[in-house]
């Protein structure tokens, strides 16, 4: 910018003139019917976005409040018969399958121990 501010205002006229001779340069470019077209497509969005805003509401209006949704059903299906289940309802019964849970859980833990010394054997040439 200029050093005062004549100067400057007069950079800032002379920068304003030149784009606005750019852009009559770029209109007399452009067709006049692109123009046209672009104010016709425009107008087209907006009226398809008017009649589909209309529609809906019309279609509300004569359809109703939607139905409500058909009435839940609730089955309950068992595939272990019911004395069974009361059976297995007990102390005892849980007991052994905690001990069960603990004898696998105890053979997994030294098959992984085995298997890491296996590996650590084989690593070092034996």
């Known amino acids: 910018m200029g050093e005062s501010a004549a100067e400057t205002v007069t950079e800032i006229e002379r920068t304003r003139d030149r784009l606005s001779a750019e ?3 770029l ?3 452009v067709p006049a019917w692109m123009g046209r077209m672009g104010r016709l497509a425009m107008g087209g969005g907006l009226g398809g976005a008017a009649f589909w805003f209309v529609l809906g509401r019309v279609r ?3 359809l109703g409040p939607p139905a409500p ?3 839940q059903v609730h089955v309950e299906a068992s595939l272990v018969p019911e004395h069974w289940l009361q059976q297995l309802d007990t102390k005892e019964v849980k007991r052994v399958a905690i ?3 603990a004898v696998w859980f105890g053979l997994k833990i ?3 121990r085995e298997l890491r010394r ?3 054997r084989r690593r070092s040439g034996f």
């Open 118 to 120: 296996l590996e650590a």
């Open 23 to 25: 852009i009559d340069e």
């Open 110 to 112: 030294a098959e992984l």
């Open 69 to 71: 949704p058909p009435a």
């Open 27 to 29: 209109a007399e470019r």
């Open 99 to 101: 001990a069960v849970g």
């Open 60 to 62: 509300k209006r004569l």
